[in-house]
């Protein structure tokens, strides 16, 4: 979706991305390395601390904004970020979907995966000023988080 409209998210270090060719267009998917926090398993709750972050690019304007420094925080379901590298202004960018998660626990290593991710008001509002559209709006769902922890 955001590929169509000529908004080009790029991930900046130490993440990486890549390109997916899906049955509905081009997607990009992204990976960030995890730099901390702490999960519980029984009742699924806690942070996870992660680097780098998304350079959004309306290539029709030449806007911009960039998030990074996510945190996955599970026991109140988003994820919230560092908008264009100020550390004052941290945002819920998303709320976590939880029903369809699933949790895997190995001897050194836990892997949480199929968690939705929908854009909250906010991060909305930011985004659609920063770049100068109307393409974002509120629960609009812009994929889905996994992450790989080793313990």
């Known amino acids: 979706m955001l590929l169509k409209n000529g908004i080009v998210p790029l991930a900046t ?12 267009g081009p997607a990009v998917r992204f990976a960030f390395p995890v730099t901390g926090g702490r999960v519980t398993l029984n ?26 420094r996510f945190t996955i925080d ?4 988003d994820l919230t970020g560092i908008v264009n590298g100020n550390p004052k202004a941290r945002v ?5 979907d939880l029903s369809h998660a699933k949790l895997a626990a190995g001897k050194r290593i ?9 854009l909250t008001s906010a991060a909305a509002k930011a ?17 889905t988080a996994k992450t790989l922890l080793r313990i």
């Open 92 to 96: 819920p960018l998303f709320r976590l």
């Open 43 to 68: 009742l699924l709750g806690g942070k996870i601390d992660h680097r780098g972050g998304i350079l959004f690019f309306n290539v029709k304007n030449g806007k911009k904004i960039e998030v990074s």
């Open 13 to 24: 270090w130490p993440g990486s991305q890549s390109l997916r060719f899906l049955k509905s």
């Open 74 to 77: 599970l026991t109140h379901a």
């Open 127 to 143: 985004l659609n000023a920063a770049l100068g559209t109307k393409l974002f709006s509120a629960g609009l769902k812009l994929g």
């Open 110 to 118: 836990v892997t949480a995966r199929g968690i939705g991710l929908k």
